[in-house]
């Protein structure tokens, strides 16, 4: 096996090859001694992922509500992010704090799930996503496009989908997915979160807002608790 057989792919012109070469490898492996090959079957190469995500902004210019004293925390902006996985297992943790935020708490995101492991198609504790129906029956990760070209107006029954963003518009417990009969699948979630809310008229309103820049916002932030408990047949 060589790179050089890219060619020999249907589609692939030079311009095409040129540009995917620099992340195309071609290597030798040799199981070590104490790996044992049973029952004449081909070796696999056990492969696990590691990924490290760092991304740090920080707008120069002094903002208005440092001048004013409303902002509580420093103009630093970063995201944190770590993915693994491993033949079924996965597992990721996630940590942004926003400008004019405290360092901590912070938004804090994470899960573990395993996929094709025991009966199970797919189960994830942590952070998930869940959609059925075209998302007119349930859809935890409805979101609009900043742009307008190409919108994905039909959302896919992705069922249960790990969430690996800090972000508060998912879900957050336990959702397992199993087929049986070879026909049917079922699937069963639970999630408990925290809300942000805020008093208007002395009634309690969700509020939406996910940046905590002032004393009001952090006031706000986890007043409310949710649970969310359901299954899906199909």
Known sequence: VSIYELQVIPDFDRHIIEKILPFVFVEEFWPEDNISIWKG??????????????????????????????????????????NFSDQGYKFSLAYKKKYA???????????????????FDRLIFGDYQIGCGQSLILNSAFSLYKILTNPDLAKHNVKIKQNSSPSKYHFRGLASSITFADNFESTFFYSHRFL????????????????????KDLKNKNTLGEQTLGGILS
């Not at 902004?57 to 770590?82: C, M, N, Q, W």
């Not at 935020?101 to 025991?118: A, D, Q, R, V």
């Not at 942000?196 to 004393?215: L, W």
């Open 41 to 82: 079957r081909k070796f696999i190469r056990r492969k696990k992922n590691w990924r490290l995500l760092f991304r740090y902004g920080r707008v120069l210019e002094i903002a208005k509500g440092y001048r004013t004293g409303h902002y509580i925390g420093s103009p630093d902006d970063f995201l944190t992010k770590i």
């Open 101 to 119: 935020e405290y360092l901590y708490p912070g938004h804090i995101g994470g899960y573990f799930s395993l996929e094709k492991k025991f009966i």
């Open 196 to 215: 942000n809310s805020k008093i208007e008229n002395n009634k309690a309103k969700i509020s939406y807002n996910d940046h905590y820049k002032t004393v």
